[in-house]
C-alpha cells in the first residue's frame, strides 16, 4: 500500500508563492513511478495542474504553464509543486497522484493514478 501526504498548503496573496511537498511511503517510488499535481475547486472538476513524462520531462497544464514548477528529490521520496504568482483563481485543495505503472493513458489524465494523497487546501485572495 502506497501513502502520499500533502504539505504545504495555506493561505496567500494575490502575487504571492508557495510550495507544496508529496511524501511518499514507498522508498525509490518517486524516482521510477508516474507522479501528479491535480487541484479540485468547489463547484469544479478536478483538475490537472502538472506531472512528469515518462521520460523525465515536467507537463505543466497551460493554466500554470511559467508560474508553478513540479520538481522531485529522489533522496527523500518527495515531489515538490512550487506555485509563483498565485492568482485567487488557483484556490483549491491541491493532491498528489501517483501510480506503479506507466500505462497508456496520459499523465494529464488523473485515471492514470492509483494513489492519492488527503489533499492540502491552497488559498490565495485577492
Known amino acids: 500500500q502506497v501513502q502520499l501526504v500533502e504539505s504545504g498548503g495555506g493561505f496567500v496573496q494575490a502575487g504571492g508563492s508557495l510550495s507544496l511537498s508529496c511524501a511518499a511511503s514507498?522508498?525509490?517510488?518517486?524516482?521510477?513511478?508516474?507522479m501528479a499535481w491535480f487541484r479540485h475547486a468547489p463547484r469544479t472538476e478536478r483538475e490537472f495542474v502538472a506531472a512528469?513524462?515518462?521520460?523525465?520531462?515536467?507537463l505543466p497544464a497551460e493554466s500554470v504553464k511559467g508560474r508553478f514548477t513540479i520538481s522531485r528529490d529522489n533522496a527523500k521520496n518527495t515531489v515538490y509543486l512550487q506555485m509563483n504568482s498565485l492568482k485567487p483563481e488557483d484556490t483549491a485543495v491541491y493532491y498528489c497522484?501517483?501510480?506503479?505503472?506507466?500505462?497508456?493513458?496520459?499523465?494529464?489524465?488523473?485515471?492514470?493514478?492509483?494513489?492519492w494523497g488527503p489533499g492540502t487546501q491552497v488559498t490565495v485572495s485577492s
Open positions: 497522484a501517483a501510480s506503479q505503472t506507466w500505462g497508456t493513458v496520459p499523465p494529464a489524465d488523473r485515471h492514470a493514478y492509483r494513489y
Open positions: 512528469f513524462r515518462r521520460s523525465g520531462a515536467t
Open positions: 514507498v522508498r525509490t517510488f518517486i524516482s521510477n513511478y508516474p
